[in-house]
């Protein structure tokens, strides 16, 4: 079974940073694409970064750019997004996603909430 | 580049049909056939519907469909159910390094 599980989601202050990492299982991670999307409080979804089953091409969001950063390391099965300079309109559950075919969002994780508050 | 236009909600009786409208430019859903639906009960991790603008995953009812004309594309959901009920997002590919969503419809069954 395909499993995505976000963590490292928190409260944070303005300004601060957070870790976010998501743990796959179930399927060859190394093969494919991967994106995390995010949903702020009571809005829509929006595409926040894309980094490809190398590595080696990385896309962001022009609302995180510069101040996000995503990782992956194949061995471990894992995707991560640094998260910096956090504002209170990055307050959002942000979901760790599989991407079997680069224009399509196929596999989910539940998501982790980050809260930037003071 | 703005996100892309969906009405905030819809509705409909068990066993009739809906269709949720996604309205872009000719840069994401009229420039590309990379248009993609999902499915998302709150609490839960969404889930792809359709994708490239007709196609559905396998494990996807056919009560399902998918459609485009020119900057506009829609879902539509025949035959609705309870489990029916949830928000529905659009989404579009919009070129390298971009992809992009609307901003959801809340579907009710009455």
């Known amino acids: 079974e395909v499993q995505l599980v976000e963590s490292g989601g928190g409260l944070v202050q303005p300004g601060g940073s957070l870790r976010l990492s998501c743990a796959a299982s179930g399927f060859t991670f190394s093969s494919y694409e991967m994106s995390w999307v995010r949903q702020a409080p009571g809005k829509g979804l929006e595409w926040v970064s894309f980094?490809?089953?190398?590595?080696?091409?990385?896309y962001y969001a022009d609302s995180v750019k510069g101040r996000f950063t995503i990782s992956r390391d194949n061995a471990k099965s894992s995707l991560y997004l640094q998260l910096n300079s956090l504002r209170a309109e990055d307050t959002a559950v942000y979901y760790c996603v599989g991407q079997w075919l680069l224009q399509r969002f196929d596999q989910w994780g539940q998501g982790t909430l980050v809260t930037v508050s003071s | 580049q703005s996100a892309l236009t969906q009405p905030r909600s819809v509705s409909g009786s068990p066993g009739q049909s809906v269709t949720i409208s996604c309205t872009g430019t000719s840069s994401d859903v009229g420039g590309y056939k990379y248009v993609s639906w999902y499915q998302h009960h709150p609490g839960k991790a969404p889930k792809l519907m359709i994708y490239?603008?007709?196609k559905r995953p396998s494990g996807v009812p056919d009560r399902f469909s998918g459609s485009k004309s020119g900057n506009t594309a829609s879902l539509t959901i025949s035959g609705l159910q309870a489990d029916d009920e949830a928000d529905y997002y659009c989404?579009?590919?919009?070129?390298?390094?971009?992809?992009?969503f609307g901003g959801g419809t809340k579907l009710t069954v009455l």
């Open positions: 490239d603008v007709t």
């Open positions: 989404c579009s590919f919009a070129g390298v390094s971009t992809w992009l």
């Open positions: 980094i490809s089953n190398s590595g080696s091409i990385i």
